[in-house]
């Protein structure tokens, strides 16, 4: 996901995870990627501590730079699943035997200021953070980067950017990045059955494109043709040029992919279905992180990549009970909210295979940790700064997210 101009681990396993930063040569490939053992969601709802057989000298300090303006859709539930992992973690006996210390720094501003996010990690860096939670987007990611340069971790908790992915600078998604999301869409479409595609595009930011690139290229690949490749900028509030151009061809696409956000996907969505077009719609997480079953009717049936879904395999629905219960609200998006508590049972797991807050040495543990997380397992061992884990397909039914499948493409886009 990228901005537009968005339970604990489960540690009673943690012995595996160190023994994976220790002497076991044995890795994983990351293709079981959000399969969670039965163990790990039980365990991730029992919140057990993470000491294991280390006693650090200081506590482990984590600082969320946080975008609450335009990248609040990831950010907002992101940094309140990081918060309650953390106060989850401290109460069964934190890690290495001292409780995690948690501050967020709001970077947020209007327009984006590149100033505002080295202003905010170097006042983390200042009060000893020790792991940084970073924003979803490139435009206060990467100068963000500039400060840290390798010297501390850096967990992109919400981000899909490719460009923010970089094992050499300390800097780690936590999730899947946009080719992959998007070559997994498009071997969605494949499966269905569909040949003919339209694709919407914009230059306004990289997310816009890379992702219709990525559908583009795994789609024809397969033997799919893309009729048209129609451009729009973000903030428009007329699609008629669009959709008149989609209801002339003959025939019409089966599928329609674009990877826009509310509030330009509802008018888009509703100036389609009224001009008669009954193509399916298929888009990114940015359906999923500003809640497009929110515009009623018109989102019916449409189909979206994301992150995770509550099921049998994962410990989201019980992250997401005992958080409500805990705070007296839902943490908001699923997906953010459990990505956040992911980027906390990482940065936990860490540090106590490390048996240290060292910035090198807790970069290095996070390239060989497998960790049982709320989403599943998240592994970086032999993949780099992107665990490779599964797409979520969900479609809204009856005004509501619904999963559809999950898995991980058999061709990703540039690979």
Request: net charge negative; charged share 15%; with cysteine.
């Amino acid at each position: 996901m990228r901005r537009r101009t968005p339970v604990v681990a489960a540690f009673a396993a943690l012995s595996l995870v160190i023994a994976a930063c220790g002497g076991d040569e044995e890795e994983t490939d990351g293709t079981e990627a959000s399969q969670a053992t039965d163990a790990g969601s039980s365990d991730a709802t029992a919140g057990g501590g993470a000491s294991g057989d280390c006693t650090l000298d200081e506590p482990l300090k984590i600082g969320y730079a946080a975008d609450f303006d335009l990248g609040g859709i990831g950010d907002v539930p992101g940094s309140k699943g990081a918060e309650y992992t953390v106060e989850q973690i401290n109460a069964a006996g934190g890690v290495g035997g001292k409780p995690i210390e948690f501050e967020i720094k709001q970077i947020s501003q209007t327009p984006p200021d590149p100033a505002a996010a080295q202003r905010a990690v170097q006042e983390l860096l200042d009060g000893g953070a020790d792991i940084v939670l970073g924003p979803p987007f490139s435009d206060y990611g990467l100068p963000l980067l500039e400060v840290t340069n390798g010297s501390v971790p850096v967990l992109f908790v919400t981000s899909t950017e490719i460009t923010l992915s970089d094992p050499g600078r300390g800097a780690f998604l936590v999730s899947f990045d946009d080719r992959v999301q998007a070559s997994a869409a498009a071997e969605f479409a494949t499966k269905q059955g569909f040949t003919n595609a339209v694709t919407l595009s914009s230059s306004d930011i990289p997310y816009l494109n890379i992702t219709t690139a990525a559908f583009t290229e795994v789609f024809t690949g397969a033997g799919g043709t893309v009729a048209a490749d129609l451009s729009f900028n973000l903030g428009d509030t007329d699609f008629s040029a669009q959709v008149n151009e989609i209801a002339a061809l003959d025939p019409q696409p089966d599928a329609i992919y674009s990877a826009f956000f509310l509030p330009e996907a509802g008018i888009f969505l509703k100036q389609l279905r009224e001009a008669g077009v009954t193509s399916a719609v298929i888009s990114a997480d940015g359906f999923d992180a500003s809640e497009v079953w929110t515009v009623g009717a018109d989102a019916e049936g449409v189909f979206f990549t994301s992150h995770t879904f509550p099921g049998p395999n994962n410990g989201v629905e019980q992250f997401l009970a005992d958080y409500e219960a805990a705070k007296g609200e839902p943490v908001g998006t699923v997906a953010f909210g459990a990505l956040g508590a992911d980027a906390v049972n990482i940065a936990a797991a860490a540090a106590s295979a490390a048996c240290s807050t060292d910035g090198a040495a807790l970069i290095e543990a996070i390239q060989n940790v497998s960790v049982e997380t709320v989403t599943g397992t998240t592994s970086y061992v032999g993949v780099g700064g992107t665990p490779k884990r599964d797409v979520s397909i969900l479609t809204v039914t009856d005004g509501a997210p619904a999963l559809v499948e999950a898995f991980y493409p058999s061709v990703v886009a540039g690979g």
